[in-house]
């Protein structure tokens, strides 16, 4: 009973309206506080930089600019395989 009380508010928000203000902040150069924001995501989610071709969040002016940073050659080969998914993930869930 407290899971579900604890997830009430995702159903409660109004998702369009939140997706649209996270993506327009998401895209806005903000200079000192978007660095702000790389640096904890950085730390947070232990993201290495040392695999970007540009290791410096400070040349990243949005977030999104970041988040969809070029990396240096060979820094993730593709799998030698028939089927590949070359995505930079993990499965948290599976299931309905």
Known sequence: MLRRL???PQYLMPKRAL???MGAAASKA???RTTQV???F???YGVDMSE????DITHYPTFNEFFTRALKPGA???AKADLVCPVDGAISQFGA
């Open 38 to 40: 790389i640096r904890w």
């Open 6 to 8: 604890a997830v009430l």
């Open 19 to 21: 997706t649209e203000r």
């Open 42 to 44: 950085v730390r947070r």
């Open 52 to 55: 970007a071709a540009d290791a």
């Open 76 to 78: 993730r080969p593709l």
């Open 30 to 32: 903000s200079g000192a």
